[in-house]
């Protein structure tokens, strides 16, 4: 079934119309001209011994406040099944707190703080709330977690709490003027930072700005991206660019240090330096990794006017335990995020396709359902219309055909769908078992193509 859609928006033909074929179904985030955007920027900083000592102290605080708040919230619940509001919680907890024997100790850090620590944990609530209520877009969110001593440790405070001095050292209230490695300039005046410990015990501060909007006109008009383990990226135009398999690289040095751990006597001192050498290489793993995300997207977006791409269900997919490694080490989601954030800013049209749609079995040339193809042929020639096809690309074209008609397409498709699987959705746990097993097989037989 085919038909033909005017499209007003000009940004992915030029023609102004656009061959849609049946069963699609696309979530479009249109650009919006002139939203204010916020954007983080991440800066390493060097506190001092004491200083240290003194962060310690807040990130212990901050950490007592946020749970206390759970326990809380919980006892309240069960015991009179209502909520306690974040006025009394402050009152309770922190005011109050400060003049008891076992809390005298929140009087040492910032205020500023330990409220938006309480902050935190409400709104922790309140999407666990409107996920469970089926108010919430995207993943379920659960119950909020207990904050652990040996996670990455974080406080923010807000206006007040911290000032940026002449000299370019940074103020946090109650620990003094810390050292800060600005590696770019800060864009406007920040309205908060947030001071983070990682785990691998380095310090940073993320300051969250305005940012205006980039003006920049792309040369190209849209792009489709069909996204995979072996090749990481196949552009709509023919590009393709292989995963760097960063964890891979690492993995014989980081299972040696993980075992070298597990054999120490937990808690003690060498137990302690075990475990930093771990989350060392792990950090470093993860920069290099998201360095290389933060380059490809804003080399996408920079030439690209429209982006597509297609909605994976990355959390079913990691749920399987033989490919959880390849998937995470990937990182779709980081760079789908990226995509989305910069899209924001540079003012792009940012599409998302569904993930029923049969991008792979659609021959691109003619718009024909060519079935499913065997996951091993990386190459077929269409039947109908005798068009050759890599299959990565074939699919890249196709993610960003389908993105051209939404706004019409969308009710309809549904029915179209519904009729096609005899009015039964496939349910989400064996959509996600299906995309996990093709990006298996697909990466198995790279072995033998790259
Ligand atoms: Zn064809």
Redesign the pocket.
Known sequence: MTKIIRVSSPALTSTGSVQVQGGLCTIIRERQPNTPVKARNRHRIYPNPLQRRMLARTFGCVRVVFNDVLRLRQESYQTTGTTTSITELQKQLITQAKHTRERWWLAEVSNIALQQSIQDACLAFRNFFQSLKGKRKGQKVGFPRFKRKSNAQAFRLTRGGFSIRDNGKLYLAKIGDIKVRWSRKLPSEPSSVTVIQDAAGRYFVSFVCDVEQIEHEAPNEGVGIDLGIATFATLSMGEKVENPRILQRQLKRLRRLQQSLSRKVKGSKRYQIARRKVARLRARIKDTRTDFLHKLSTKIISENQAIVLEDLNVSGMVRNRRLARAISDVGWRQFRAMLEAKSIRYGRDFHIISRWEPTSQR??????L?GKQSLDVRVWM??????EHDRDLNAAVNIKQAAGGHSEALNACVEQRRNARGGLHQSDSSAAADEARTRLEVEQFSLFTC
């Open positions: 021959c691109s040339s003619c718009g024909k060519g269409c039947l109908y219309c005798g068009a």
